[in-house]
């Protein structure tokens, strides 16, 4: 059996494609490439991926367009390459679903670093809330749902969440009633503390504020506790 990640890189640079798949290669990882977005569907019909790199800028349908639709679909985990300067295009980028960002340029080390980190946080959910042994969680009249990662509203409307938020909601989830600093959740999220102008964190609770329908000028669900982080505000009940 091959226990090898699996590992997609999209970018139209042919040259950037051969040097991280060597790299990558070198380092454990299978690897695919493609040079556009139909090339990367197809790849995706192919097998399991464990991890894409997306370039932002592609010909035909960019990164997050891609981003958007991959979010519709699957909840394979995703890291947006942009040129250096770019710090509005990496903000839609986690907007639109990405799990991590990287510029341009960057060395294939951190890249490895990256893919570790964002690979590790989506296989390292609290036990007593991991996929097989939580297939329902409830709260606050909604459910979410382990196996397809899917958010039903109590009139039984279904969303598709985001990687990043399906993990910042499990992390909430697993900690109700109790205040967790943007440092905690950058920890338990992405594996270190938070720099002070990554936004990524207060993106996803905007999101996920946004997919509860919590008024985010008086939220009821996850409540900022000014100075100390967030709080998710609400009783939760694990179903096996």
């Not at 569907?41 to 790199?53: C, N």
């Not at 039984?156 to 499990?170: A, H, K, N, P």
Request: hydrophobic share 40%.
């Amino acid at each position: 059996m091959d226990t090898q990640d699996h590992i997609l890189i999209v970018d139209d640079d042919a040259d950037i494609r051969d040097l991280l798949g060597d790299y990558l290669g070198k380092n454990g990882y299978r690897t695919s490439a493609a040079a556009d977005g139909k090339a990367m569907w197809a790849a995706l019909a192919r097998g399991k991926v464990d991890l894409i790199v997306l370039d932002l800028m592609l010909p035909g349908e960019d990164g997050l367009t891609l981003c958007r639709k991959l979010r519709g679909e699957a909840d394979t985990p995703v890291i947006m390459l942009t040129s250096l300067g770019e710090e509005t295009d990496r903000i839609v980028g986690l907007e639109m679903g990405a799990d991590d960002y990287l510029s341009k340029p960057f060395s294939p080390r951190e890249l490895v670093a990256r893919i570790k980190s964002v690979l590790r946080r989506a296989r390292s959910l609290p036990r007593n809330l991991r996929a097989d042994e939580a297939s329902e969680i409830a709260f606050a009249g909604w459910r979410l749902l382990t196996g397809p990662r899917h958010l039903v509203s109590a009139k039984g409307v279904v969303t598709s969440l985001s990687g990043g938020e399906y993990q910042m909601l499990r992390i909430l989830l697993s900690h109700p009633n109790h205040v967790l600093s943007r440092d905690q959740l950058m920890v338990l999220s992405k594996g270190h503390e938070a720099d002070p102008m990554d936004r990524s964190i207060d993106i996803q609770i905007s999101r996920l504020r946004h997919r509860l329908q919590d008024d985010p000028s008086d939220p009821k669900i996850i409540k900022t506790v000014r100075g100390e982080g967030y709080l998710l505000a609400v009783p939760v009940e694990v179903k096996r």
